[in-house]
């Protein structure tokens, strides 16, 4: 009786086996994935050294924004790289580990970050990077104070802002003009 048992189980695992295999090459067949290599360079160093940073690639161009520098003391500038060269801005805020977000507009939403070196505190400073124009609006409060969090634009245009660290956290809403607004 357990041999049979034993035989009727091998079998089983064999038939599932080959199943599998034949669903693995199915897929493969379906899915053919190019292989694309590149030629990685090196670019040149960036104006300020910096981590807690952001980095977007937006209006066809590598744009780095805020985050902190040597002493962990926030840094207010951003770098844009073109023609072979980084460019540095000045940010109306710091962002140290705060949030970007690229939105539909091609225009980017940079919010909170800790408020002192040290990652101490959390910040409520909103702006607005225009790429075309490389300037900053600096033009609102989120509702709640925040640092390490997330940002998402929806359809309708609103974002949703959620996260923080080691501070109370309640999901806020950007209605996409001036205003934030805890849900």
């Known amino acids: 009786m357990k041999q049979t048992a034993i035989i009727t ?6 038939q599932l086996n080959m199943l599998a295999q034949e669903t693995s090459m199915d897929s493969q067949q379906q899915a053919v994935c190019p292989v694309v290599k590149i ?3 090196q670019l040149p160093s960036l104006n300020t050294p910096r981590s807690g940073h952001h980095t977007l690639y937006v209006n066809g161009e590598i744009t780095v924004f805020g985050g902190h520098t ?5 840094t207010p500038t951003a770098e844009y790289y ?9 940010m109306v805020y710091t ?6 977000l690229v939105l539909k507009s091609g225009k980017v939403l940079l919010s909170g970050g800790f408020e002192r070196g040290l990652g101490i505190g959390q910040s409520h400073e909103v702006e607005m990077y225009d790429p075309k124009t490389h300037t900053f609006d600096g033009f609102g409060c989120l509702d709640t104070k925040r640092a390490s969090h997330t940002q998402v634009e929806l359809d309708h245009g609103k974002v949703v802002i959620a996260g923080n660290w ?8 950007y ?4 205003t934030f607004t805890n849900m």
């Open 9 to 14: 189980l091998i079998s089983l695992f064999a």
């Open 39 to 41: 030629q990685p360079e």
């Open 70 to 74: 040597s002493g962990f003391v926030p």
């Open 82 to 90: 073109k023609n072979g060269v980084w460019h540095q801005m000045d």
């Open 95 to 100: 962002h140290d580990a705060g949030s970007a």
């Open 166 to 173: 080691y501070h109370e956290d309640a999901i806020e809403v």
């Open 175 to 178: 209605d996409g003009n001036i």
